[in-house]
C-alpha cells in the first residue's frame, strides 16, 4: 500500500488531527494569538485546504484563522461511502461539533462550493452558534433553483453516477481536470502542479467513494428535497451572510447566488473569477472577509 504523501506546508501554520465523533479531521491553524471573533475556513470538492493558501496569511496577521479538510478530503479520515454518511447536514453537524473540540465561540465561518453548502447550512441549523458566514461560489441552501436552470448541474450526474469512481480516478484522472478547466471561466486557470496536489488525493480509493457519495447523496435525498422546499430553513434575519459568486462561474452564477439576497444576505460578485475563487482573487476574497469581520467588531 502506498504511504500518504503529508499535507503541504504553509510556513507561520501548524496542523494537526482531531477527533470529532469519531472521525478525524485535519485542521490548519495559525494567529492564535489575535482576540476577535475566529475565522474557520472550509473547501469544496474536489479540493481541501490548500485552496486558502494565500487567504490563510492574510487573514491571519489579525485574526485566529482553522482550516478544516471534511471528512473524506484531504488529510482527515474517509468514513466508508454509505446511508448519509457524505449527507451535507451530516457535514454540517460535524463542523458545529468540531467547533466544541476547537473550543471556537462563535467564529466567523467562511466556505466554498460544499464547504460554503455546509457553513450554510451548520448557521441554519445552530445560528447561535456563529457569528456570520461567508458563502463563496455557491448558492444558498434555502435558496430554489429554477427547474430551467438545472442543466447548470448536469457534471454531477457524472461526479455522483454509476461512472462516478471512474470519473474520479480513470483516463488520468481527466474528468477532474476538465472540471478545473472549465470552472477557471475567464479567470486564471490552475496550474499544473496546483492541480496535482489535488488530484492526487483522489487516486485514493476511499477518498474517490468519498467525491462520488458527496454528489450521489445529493441527487438522491438533498436535491429533491431542496426543489420542494423542505432542505433548509433561512438563517435569522439578525445572522448576515455575504456571498461571494465569481463572475464567470456558469453554475453558481451570479444570477443565481442573488435568489437568496434579504437584508441580512448580502451578495458581492466578484470580477476575473470563475469558480475558483479563493484562488483566482485571494486579495478580493480576503478584503471582503475582513470587511465583513469589522462590521460585527
Request: charged share 20%; no cysteine.
Amino acid at each position: 500500500m502506498r504511504a500518504m504523501a503529508a499535507p503541504p506546508v504553509l510556513a507561520g501554520f501548524t496542523d494537526r488531527s482531531v477527533d470529532v465523533d469519531g472521525v478525524r479531521l485535519h485542521v490548519v491553524e495559525g494567529g492564535s494569538e489575535h482576540a476577535g471573533p475566529p475565522i474557520v475556513l472550509v473547501h469544496g470538492w474536489p479540493q481541501h485546504w490548500w485552496i486558502w493558501r494565500e487567504v490563510l496569511p492574510a487573514l491571519a496577521r489579525q485574526h485566529h484563522v482553522v482550516a478544516v479538510d471534511l471528512r473524506g478530503h484531504g488529510w482527515s479520515s474517509a468514513p466508508p461511502a454509505r446511508g448519509d454518511a457524505y449527507d451535507k447536514r451530516v457535514l454540517a453537524r460535524e463542523l458545529l461539533a468540531l467547533l466544541d473540540v476547537l473550543g471556537l465561540e462563535r467564529p466567523v465561518l467562511v466556505g466554498h462550493d460544499w464547504g460554503g453548502w455546509a457553513s450554510l447550512l451548520a448557521a441554519s441549523l445552530a445560528p447561535d452558534r456563529v457569528l456570520g458566514v461567508v458563502g463563496i461560489a455557491i448558492v444558498a441552501p434555502w435558496s430554489t433553483v429554477p427547474v430551467r436552470e438545472l442543466w447548470r448541474f448536469g457534471y454531477q450526474l457524472v461526479a455522483g453516477g454509476p461512472l462516478g469512481y471512474l470519473a474520479h480516478t480513470a483516463m488520468k484522472q481527466r474528468f477532474l481536470r476538465l472540471v478545473f478547466k472549465l470552472g477557471a471561466g475567464r479567470g486564471r486557470r490552475l496550474t499544473k502542479d496546483e492541480k496535482k496536489v489535488y488530484l492526487e488525493r483522489f487516486r485514493e480509493p476511499a477518498r474517490a467513494h468519498a467525491g462520488v457519495a458527496m454528489y450521489r447523496r445529493f441527487l438522491t435525498h438533498e436535491m429533491p428535497a431542496a426543489l420542494r422546499g423542505r432542505y433548509a430553513r433561512p438563517v435569522p434575519a439578525d445572522l448576515p451572510v455575504l456571498l461571494l459568486p465569481g463572475r464567470d462561474d456558469s453554475v453558481l452564477a451570479p444570477h443565481l447566488v442573488r435568489r437568496a439576497e434579504a437584508p441580512n444576505v448580502e451578495v458581492q460578485v466578484i470580477e476575473g473569477a470563475g469558480h475558483w475563487v479563493p484562488e483566482q482573487q485571494p486579495g478580493a476574497v480576503v478584503e471582503h472577509i475582513e470587511r465583513f469581520v469589522a462590521t460585527m467588531s
